[in-house]
């Protein structure tokens, strides 16, 4: 089965058994920011952004993606400069073993890119879909709240 | 992971996906629910439908006409909050909420699903693709493909007990009282979902025969005898209608 779809701002394509994932299909590609967690769509530590909106690999046969835009946090940052909310996690300490910040990130850039209001309530919702078994949530969704917010102001200055 | 799947059909219309649909191992696929919800080894052939359903939601008349391709996610974007509420209760994550159809909701006939309970009791019908006129939603024998959900002007409440707020709830009731036409429904850790509607004030007899089968819906388990979970509803039912 052949697809073709665009990974982070990269042209791709590609022939797969109707049975692959997304998720195989990415860390096959070493791209291990996508981790695999539960399998089930459970844990969210797959999250990616189909056309902007945060889904899980695991449950996106690799037919599902022709003509998509897909995007992992590999394609966030260089090595030189960090993404806001990358910087907001680390200034907040809202990661710990780190398996589960990509999917969190990555479901808060989708809430921002709605261009839904940010508040407490809807940063929750936007990481309902990601377990976090060691730092918690206290601190993630402070840290979403705080770079969501300051991303807003920006945008309404410029 | 998903090693039972061999293979993945686009039909050209949608006579040729029910055509398919009734080989054994087939099952439909749109927006990824029966994924979500099923690993069933002896599916084998995917049907995917995406391409031949619509995904818009619009107001006609007093009802709201969903399409079955309309994810979760962009109905609670639209203006129904007693519906959000359902939809939310019934599916916590956004992740999965962006890609679940309110059509592959609905196929999946989960009596734990807070949103298929609020449908039951909203009076929902459902347009089949093989079908002149729709159909009730509690009459639905799960033939056919659905392509529209219409739900009509309702007035529903929903009561909902859970472990835990975001655990799937092992009792769901939900009542309609609009002009006259009252409806309560009951699901949740159940063996079916149980359906009662009348146009008058309900008789003494009728509602017996109701929590009867209620009763008989659920199991004694850990959460409580089914004697237990009737007299759970009764009182879920009695508080909404502002009895107690």
Known sequence: MKVQFELN???????????????????????????HGCDHGECGACTVLVDSKSMNACLILMHAVNGRKIET?????????MHPL????????????????????????????????????????ALNGNL???????????????SLKASREKGGES | ????????????????????????????????????????????TLIDINHL?????????????????????????????????????????????????????IANFRTDSDLLIFLFTAGTQLVLSQSESPIQLSKWDGEGIILEVVIPKHEV???????????PAFVIVGLNNLNGNRTACVGGKTSSITHYHTMIQPSEAGVRKFMDEVEASFNDDHLGSSIYKRKLVGTLIQEMEGVR
């Open chain 2, 53 to 105: 359903i619509n995904d818009t939601i619009e107001m006609r008349g007093e009802n709201l006409h969903i399409h079955t391709g309309c994810t979760l996610q962009e109905i609670v974007n639209s203006n129904d909050e007693r519906l959000n509420s359902a939809i939310l209760a019934s599916c916590p994550s956004k992740n999965i909420r962006n890609q679940r159809t309110i059509g592959g909701e």
């Open chain 1, 73 to 81: 946090i590999e394609s966030f940052s260089d090595h030189e400069t």
């Open chain 1, 86 to 125: 990358q910087e907001e996690f680390l200034n907040e300490g809202a990661a710990q073993c780190g398996y589960c910040t990509p999917g969190m990130i990555l479901s808060l850039e989708a809430l921002d890119r709605e261009g839904a209001k940010i508040d407490e309530p809807e940063v929750r919702d």
């Open chain 1, 9 to 35: 701002g990269h042209l791709i394509e590609t022939a797969h058994e109707p049975r692959i994932t997304l998720m195989e299909y990415l860390r096959s590609e070493e791209i291990y920011s996508v981790k």
């Open chain 1, 132 to 146: 976090c078994r060691c730092t918690g949530y206290a601190k993630p969704v402070k840290a979403g709240v705080a």
């Open chain 2, 157 to 167: 409440k929903m009561e909902r007990v859970a472990l835990l707020d975001s655990a």
């Open chain 2, 1 to 44: 992971m998903w090693s039972s799947i061999k293979e993945i059909i686009k039909p050209d219309n949608l006579s040729e996906a029910s055509v398919l649909l009734q080989k054994k191992g087939s099952v439909l696929f749109a927006g990824g629910s029966y994924l979500v919800s099923q690993k069933d080894p002896q599916i084998h």
